[in-house]
């Protein structure tokens, strides 16, 4: 026999041995030897007790100890995140226009109601970032600031058309930005599909149990979207949803 099939010998001998050992040690006392398995699977579960979910993206989906890690940890401490938003699209029903008087009052009415949804101490405007030079101490986007979010203003405006061309903070860009399919003449508008409220709410992020958590944003966002009924949506046979908030004018 060769050298190397000496070698090859004695390792087959070696663990042919401890084979046997363990296999007879196995069949002499099954019951213990199933109980001593079980017992070392159950041992090392506990260290499921270690776990925790991870959902947030930067930690999922950014290998870990990167400079690219770093780079991210370092622009959120300098600047973490400010905004949150919520926003309504608010679709004419046909034969309508977004900017008829009708429409503008039911869209103000709305605002109204988000007004005065409240968790706690919280309404929109103790969540809201603060910004007054839109009519509204709150920073909001939406036609609707040309009468300073006032439904009595809006009310006692005969021509609400002619008030948005004529307002100054409004411009055409401004006006297809928060408007849907806008038409224009030259620079004046004539009408539109759809219109867009957009809320702008401040940022109480936190880490908490490797998932950001916003309490006071989440809680208040909630009776949000019970005010408009979005938890039973209404689907056309297109499958286009809009929550189930009812107005004569729009769907939301």
């Known amino acids: 026999m060769s050298v190397f099939g000496k070698?090859?010998?004695?390792?087959?001998?070696f663990f042919q041995r401890k084979y046997y050992v363990a296999g007879s040690c196995v069949s002499s006392r099954p019951c213990t030897s199933i109980a001593l398995t079980m017992l070392f699977c159950l041992v090392c579960m506990g260290g499921f007790s270690q776990m925790k979910s991870e959902s947030r993206a930067d930690k999922?989906?950014?290998?870990?100890?990167?400079?690219?890690?770093?780079?991210?940890?370092?622009?959120t401490k300098h600047f973490p995140p400010m905004v949150?938003?919520?926003?309504?699209?608010?679709?004419?029903?046909?034969?309508?226009?977004?900017?008829?008087?009708d429409f503008l009052v039911a869209a103000?009415?709305?605002?109204d109601k988000i007004e005065l949804v409240k968790t706690g101490n919280d309404t929109l405007r103790t969540l809201c970032m603060p910004m007054s030079s839109m009519g509204?101490?709150?920073?909001?986007?939406?036609?609707?600031?040309?009468w300073n979010y006032d439904i009595t203003t809006l009310r006692n405006d005969a021509?609400?058309?002619?008030?948005?061309?004529?307002?100054?903070?409004?411009?055409?860009?401004?006006?297809e930005r928060m408007l849907g399919s806008p038409k224009?003449?030259?620079?004046?508008?004539?009408?539109?599909?759809?219109?867009r409220i957009t809320y702008f709410l401040q940022s109480n992020r936190v880490d908490k149990g490797g998932d950001?958590?916003?309490?006071?944003?989440?809680?208040w966002e909630e009776k949000y979207l019970e005010l408009l009924k979005c938890d039973a949506p209404t689907c056309s046979d297109d499958n286009v949803c809009a929550c189930g908030y009812s107005s004569s004018q729009f769907n939301l």
Request: charged fraction near 25%.
């Open 60 to 75: 999922l989906w950014i290998p870990q100890g990167t400079d690219a890690q770093k780079d991210e940890a370092q622009y």
């Open 159 to 175: 021509n609400p058309l002619a008030t948005l061309n004529s307002d100054p903070t409004l411009t055409k860009r401004d006006l």
């Open 7 to 13: 070698v090859a010998q004695t390792v087959d001998q």
């Open 108 to 111: 103000m009415e709305l605002h």
């Open 184 to 195: 224009f003449d030259g620079v004046n508008l004539l009408s539109a599909k759809s219109l």
């Open 84 to 101: 949150r938003r919520a926003g309504v699209l608010l679709e004419a029903k046909s034969g309508n226009s977004a900017v008829t008087k």
């Open 212 to 219: 950001y958590e916003d309490p006071r944003g989440e809680e």
């Open 136 to 146: 509204h101490p709150c920073f909001i986007t939406s036609v609707l600031s040309a």
